[in-house]
Antibody, heavy 116, light 110 residues
Framework: EEQLLESGGGLVQPGGSLRLSCAAS????????MGWVRQAPGKGLEYVSH???????YYAESVKGRLTISRDNSMNTLSLQMNSLRAEDTAIYYC??????????WGQGTMVTVSS | QSALTQPASVSGSPGQSITISCTGT?????????VSWYQQHPGKVPRLMIY???NRPSGVSNRFSGSKSGNTASLTISGLQAEDEADYYC??????????FGGGTKLTVL
């Protein structure tokens, strides 16, 4: 069974940093594009970033320069380094496997709260 | 990249059919056949229902179907059931190779 398990969420002050991780299992991690989608409390889904199999990275304008996506194919792990965090970054962050340009498999999500 | 436009809410009675629209631009929906649709029940993880405009993943009921015309994509649910009550989101590949979501549509089964 394909599974994604996020970790690393928590409470952080504005301007602070946090690193999210996503452990993948049940599929050939290195062969798939992987990404992050977030959902602010009571709001809709928002694309954050994705990384292709060659390591090329892509970001939403709202996070460019502050969030960095990376992958470790030897550990089957996707990461999201989050710097200069703002209140508007408060959300559940979902890790997802992309296939045929869609988010096919989703993790359970990890909550990030940016507040003083 | 602006969000795709969806109606805030739609409703229907059991057994009826409903359609949710999703409007974008030539830089996303209109330019590519890479529209996907997601179902999300309250407090749950989103679930892929349609990809590449019309394709259903394994396990998704054939009551769900997708289409596209110009810059607007649509999700149709036929034979509406109580369990279909949820939020639905569209998404599209974009010219900048990123993705964009719609604002979401709340489906109420009367």
């Amino acid at each position: 069974e394909e599974q994604l398990l996020e970790s690393g969420g928590g409470l952080v002050q504005p301007g602070g940093s946090l690193r999210l991780s996503c452990a993948a299992s049940g599929f050939s991690f290195k062969s798939y594009v992987m990404g992050w989608v977030r959902q602010a409390p009571g709001k809709g889904l928002e694309y954050v970033s994705h990384i292709d199999t060659g390591g090329s990275t892509y970001y939403a304008e709202s996070v460019k320069g502050r969030l960095t996506i990376s992958r470790d194919n030897s550990m089957n792990t996707l990461s999201l380094q989050m710097n200069s965090l703002r209140a508007e970054d408060t959300a559940i962050y979902y890790c997802a496997k992309l296939q045929y340009f869609a988010f096919h498999v989703w993790g359970q999500g990890t909550m990030v709260t940016v507040s003083s | 990249q602006s969000a795709l436009t969806q109606p805030a809410s739609v409703s229907g009675s059991p057994g009826q059919s409903i359609t949710i629209s999703c409007t974008g631009t030539s830089s996303d929906i209109g330019g590519y056949n890479y529209v996907s649709w997601y179902q999300q029940h309250p407090g749950k993880v989103p679930r892929l229902m349609i990809y590449e405009v019309t394709n259903r993943p394994s396990g998704v009921s054939n009551r769900f179907s997708g289409s596209k015309s110009g810059n607007t994509a649509s999700l149709t649910i036929s034979g509406l059931q109580a369990e279909d009550e949820a939020d639905y989101y569209c998404s599209s590949y974009t010219r900048s190779t990123t993705r964009v979501f719609g604002g979401g549509t709340k489906l109420t089964v009367l």
